[in-house]
């Protein structure tokens, strides 16, 4: 058995905020279950602001302030990306993307 290294340190993932510049932005705050707050520039015209935001630790941060906004909902609704993150690392994707992209890119031998 070889000794894993389990990363979780925060702030490892990068969350990509883009079109922020222009539009006025709202923080929005997402707590997870281990209490950690993840805040987010969405926005404020985009009224896309999605319910629950992976943590860096891979929980699911749920959006501070929803449940009064929002009709009752599942509270622990996970998305894909959830279930993904249970089973695979962020860095263990990226080096799956990175192996597809690989195959992808090398020519096809004649079959
Ligand atoms: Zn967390």
């Avoid at 707590?31 to 009224?47: I, K, N, R, Y």
């Avoid at 860096?56 to 993150?85: E, F, S």
Wanted: overall charge positive.
């Amino acid at each position: 058995m070889a000794n894993t290294m389990r990363g979780s340190r925060m702030g490892t993932t990068s969350y990509e905020t883009d079109g922020g510049l222009f539009a006025p932005r709202a923080l929005t705050t997402y707590v997870c279950d281990q209490g950690h707050q993840v805040t987010m520039p969405f926005s404020a015209e985009a009224d896309e602001i999605p319910d629950s935001w992976p943590c860096a630790c891979g929980a699911t941060g749920m959006l501070v302030g929803a449940a009064q906004n929002a009709p009752v909902k599942q509270k622990h609704l996970r998305t894909h990306w959830d279930m993904l993150l249970e089973r695979r690392t962020v860095k263990d994707l990226e080096g799956l993307l990175k192996e597809r992209l690989e195959v992808l890119r090398r020519p096809r031998k004649s079959a």
